[in-house]
């Protein structure tokens, strides 16, 4: 009898054990799983708010610096990553409370960082802060409608279309080809003189022609103003030209 409650008492015991080792191993296997699901939570957590900054950055490049409409499609991108609620419910792990704080933060810190940021702002309106500043003299006929004689921007100057006009009575020298080229030549360089360049500052020029026949006879004249390197330079017969000149000729200079 005593032989009989041994084996039924050591048989229980070891029955015991084997249910605690497997209680043990199923606590094990359940603490290691949720530190997986932890570490994956937190690694497509950080992956998302990643993706949505680098969209963000985009948009603030490309657009006018709205904040507005950046938040809109900030908020609209991280919805899935900011809603956490059900993540945090089905996990209780000390890392993933950590990851989820952290990831918000970082998220919340780069908006506000991005709404107060000027840089990229500057970047839409550089295009629009271009200053621009009229060139005018006495010494060259006065313009013939809505123009000016000459703009500076960006540390050049643009000379609209000149003709060979006496700038004292703003009629033309004489009817000659010639006479009308070297005055136009004149009258260039005092709108270059006003503006603080010279001809030898002129990169581009461009020469109307009434008649391509006189092409020969202008280039003579023009080449005593411009020696090399002469500018660029393009050249057209056109169908007339204002007050019936014989040629126009408008360039572009560096300051």
């Known amino acids: 009898m005593y032989l009989t409650k041994g084996k039924v008492g050591n048989t229980k015991k070891h029955f015991e054990e084997k249910e605690e080792d497997k209680r043990r191993s199923t606590r094990i296997i359940c603490l290691k799983s949720n530190r997986i699901d932890s570490v994956f939570f937190f690694f497509f957590t950080y992956l998302s708010l990643s993706l949505s900054w680098s969209i963000r950055y985009s948009i603030l490049l490309v657009g006018a610096g709205e904040s507005e ?7 609209s991108i991280n919805t899935p990553t900011l809603d956490l609620s059900t993540a945090l419910r089905s996990t209780r792990t000390p890392l993933v409370a950590a990851g989820v704080g952290c990831a918000t933060f970082a998220g919340v810190s780069l908006f506000r960082m991005s709404s107060r940021s000027p840089p990229f702002a500057s970047l839409s309106v550089s ?7 009229v060139v005018s003299t006495e010494k060259a006929p006065a313009a013939l409608g809505p123009y000016s004689q000459a703009i500076k921007a960006n540390n050049l100057v643009f000379l609209s279309g000149v003709l060979g006009l006496i700038p004292e009575t703003g009629k033309f020298v004489s009817e000659s080809v010639e006479d009308q080229t070297e005055q136009v030549l004149k009258n260039m360089g005092e709108i270059l003189k006003a503006s603080g360049a010279d001809y030898s500052s002129v990169v581009k020029t ?3 022609l009434a008649d391509l026949a006189d092409f020969k006879t202008v280039n003579e004249i023009y080449a005593k103003y411009f020696p090399a ?3 660029a330079r393009s050249t057209y017969q056109v169908a007339a030209l204002p007050l019936n000149a014989k040629i ?5 200079a560096t300051l």
């Open 69 to 75: 409409m950046t938040w809109s499609v900030f908020r």
């Open 127 to 133: 295009a629009s802060s271009v200053k621009k500043e």
């Open 248 to 252: 126009e000729i408008e360039c572009i």
């Open 229 to 231: 390197p002469s500018p």
């Open 206 to 208: 461009t020469i109307m």
